[in-house]
């Protein structure tokens, strides 16, 4: 997984050079679904497929030219769900 920060002031025209890291992120999912028959021949299916959360990332970037000696930092949470729902 990648995460990228860019910070940007736009009221003081300030960009920052930024950071990202990519690394592998260990966690867990948990999934489930239903099916449910409508006919004979048709049903519809949900799914939760997962909730994934892997471990939270920081990084971190500098920029010299603005903030000698300072570090950036950002967080990112890492964690979403997928699902879908289909007829079959």
């Known amino acids: 997984m ?3 920060f860019t910070p940007s002031i736009p009221e003081f025209r300030y960009n920052s050079p930024g950071g990202s890291t990519r690394d592998t992120l260990y966690g ?3 999934g489930a679904g239903v099916k449910h028959k409508l006919t004979q021949s048709v049903s519809l299916r ?3 497929l ?3 959360d892997p ?3 920081t990084v971190f970037a500098t920029d010299p030219a603005s903030f000698p000696g ?3 930092s950002y967080g990112f949470d890492n964690d ?3 699902g879908r729902v ?3």
């Open 28 to 30: 867990y999912t948990v």
């Open 46 to 48: 949900a799914e939760g």
């Open 86 to 88: 289909f007829q079959s």
């Open 80 to 82: 979403g769900f997928i």
């Open 2 to 4: 990648e995460n990228r």
């Open 50 to 52: 997962s909730h994934y």
């Open 70 to 72: 300072q570090r950036i």
């Open 55 to 57: 471990e939270n990332t």
